[in-house]
């Protein structure tokens, strides 16, 4: 496909035949799934299959993440159909990338939807496949890394965000946005001595023993020796990215549930997540995006592009393996 296609292709989400290579299709028309992928239920042969998590139960303050993953892939249509820039391969030319669509639950039964997630994430590994979740609340990542541990054994966590989420809370049929971690590591299913969160600012006493490098750490220090101190922690034990977008100063994502200043800037992001290139990622997620409190789309641009960085990180790791 070259540019001059745009003029003869639209919707490819649906009618391209394979799962591989760009599509060049007017940014501003067309079906919008992630990164212009196939829209399929047919995960045969698919490397990374993106799926999307409009669950919105708990976030403090300000609702609306539900509508996460439909603005992320709208924002993705504005991304350049090349090979995402600084990376020296084009995932999306290399790798079998289809767009999985959204969980189905019964919003009125909250209690089914965390086995419904993991019974979802499930199918997706069971078909030999990564994931590259779109939320949702933050709370989405524990019945996915149940869905990761019950395949890797007890996963690294690396966490980006403005909170550490390791609030206790013992009883494990809760859902809250801002305990899970806590969970993660007292059911066994996260190794806290070889996870770490970058980017926190809000004080918790007890980070149930997780590797923190706070904001400051990271301004002070910069993105390279960031990286560097986060491999070191994670050494080359398979690890999950779990992405909440108020890692990111609200200057740049103002669109998320629990705005902290003193954040991360999308400068320090990109050279982060694409220099860690070389982790054992096995998955990953972004979360958080609340489009109704952004009216620019901004936050949902950011999404967008941390997505589409888990998938060449997972591609990196999938073509050096």
Same mark, same amino acid.
């Given at each position: 496909?070259?540019?001059?296609?745009?003029?003869?292709?639209?919707?490819?989400?649906?009618?391209?035949?394979?799962?591989?290579? #760009?599509?060049?299709?007017? =940014?501003?028309?067309?079906?919008?799934?992630?990164?212009?992928?196939? $829209?399929?239920?047919?995960?045969? *042969? +698919?490397?990374?299959?993106?799926?999307?998590?409009?669950?919105?139960?708990?976030? =403090?303050?300000?609702?609306?993440?539900?509508?996460?993953?439909?603005?992320?892939?709208?924002?993705?249509?504005?991304?350049?159909?090349?090979?995402? $820039?600084?990376?020296?391969?084009?995932?999306?030319?290399?790798?079998?990338?289809?767009?999985?669509?959204?969980?189905?639950?019964?919003?009125?039964?909250?209690?089914?939807?965390?086995?419904? &997630?993991?019974?979802? @994430?499930?199918?997706?590994?069971?078909?030999?496949?990564?994931? +590259?979740?779109?939320?949702?609340?933050?709370?989405?990542?524990?019945?996915?890394?149940?869905?990761?541990?019950?395949?890797?054994?007890? @996963?690294?966590? &690396?966490?980006?965000?403005?909170?550490? %989420?390791?609030?206790?809370?013992? %009883?494990?049929?809760?859902?809250?946005?801002?305990?899970?971690? $806590?969970?993660?590591?007292?059911? *066994?299913?996260?190794?806290?001595?070889?996870?770490?969160? +970058?980017?926190?600012?809000?004080?918790?006493?007890?980070?149930? *023993?997780?590797?923190? @490098?706070?904001?400051?750490?990271?301004?002070?220090?910069?993105?390279?020796?960031?990286?560097?101190?986060?491999?070191?922690?994670?050494?080359?034990?398979?690890?999950?990215?779990?992405? %909440?977008?108020?890692?990111?100063?609200?200057?740049?994502?103002? !669109?998320?549930?629990? #705005? +902290?200043?003193?954040?991360?800037?999308?400068?320090?992001?990109?050279?982060? &997540?694409?220099?860690?290139? *070389?982790?054992?990622?096995?998955?990953?997620?972004?979360?958080?995006?609340? #489009?109704?409190?952004?009216? =620019? !789309?901004?936050?949902?641009?950011? !999404?967008?592009?941390?997505?589409?960085?888990?998938?060449?990180?997972?591609?990196?790791?999938?073509?050096?393996?």
């Amino acid at each position: 496909m070259a540019l001059e296609d745009a003029a003869k292709q639209m919707d490819m989400a649906f009618t391209r035949e394979d799962l591989k290579g #760009p599509s060049y299709e007017l =940014t501003f028309g067309g079906a919008t799934s992630f990164l212009r992928r196939k $829209y399929t239920k047919d995960l045969t *042969g +698919v490397d990374i299959a993106v799926t999307g998590v409009p669950f919105d139960q708990a976030v =403090t303050n300000r609702p609306g993440t539900r509508l996460g993953p439909r603005a992320i892939r709208e924002a993705s249509a504005l991304q350049a159909p090349d090979a995402p $820039y600084g990376w020296d391969f084009d995932v999306l030319s290399e790798f079998a990338i289809a767009d999985y669509g959204d969980l189905a639950f019964d919003y009125g039964h909250v209690s089914q939807f965390p086995a419904a &997630l993991t019974a979802h @994430i499930k199918t997706i590994l069971d078909a030999g496949a990564a994931s +590259v979740v779109l939320g949702g609340d933050h709370y989405i990542s524990f019945p996915i890394l149940k869905a990761y541990a019950e395949k890797y054994g007890p @996963i690294s966590l &690396l966490q980006f965000d403005a909170h550490t %989420d390791t609030w206790a809370d013992d %009883d494990m049929d809760r859902i809250d946005h801002g305990t899970m971690f $806590y969970k993660a590591v007292k059911s *066994g299913i996260v190794d806290p001595a070889t996870s770490v969160q +970058v980017g926190i600012r809000t004080t918790n006493e007890d980070t149930m *023993g997780v590797n923190i @490098i706070d904001a400051r750490e990271v301004h002070e220090k910069g993105p390279q020796a960031t990286v560097a101190k986060i491999k070191e922690i994670l050494g080359d034990r398979p690890c999950y990215l779990t992405f %909440d977008i108020d890692a990111l100063d609200p200057a740049f994502a103002p !669109g998320t549930g629990t #705005p +902290v200043w003193g954040g991360l800037t999308a400068a320090q992001t990109s050279i982060m &997540l694409r220099d860690l290139a *070389g982790i054992n990622i096995m998955g990953g997620d972004v979360v958080e995006v609340s #489009p109704p409190f952004d009216t =620019t !789309g901004a936050t949902a641009i950011a !999404g967008a592009h941390v997505a589409t960085e888990i998938l060449s990180l997972l591609g990196h790791r999938m073509r050096t393996a």
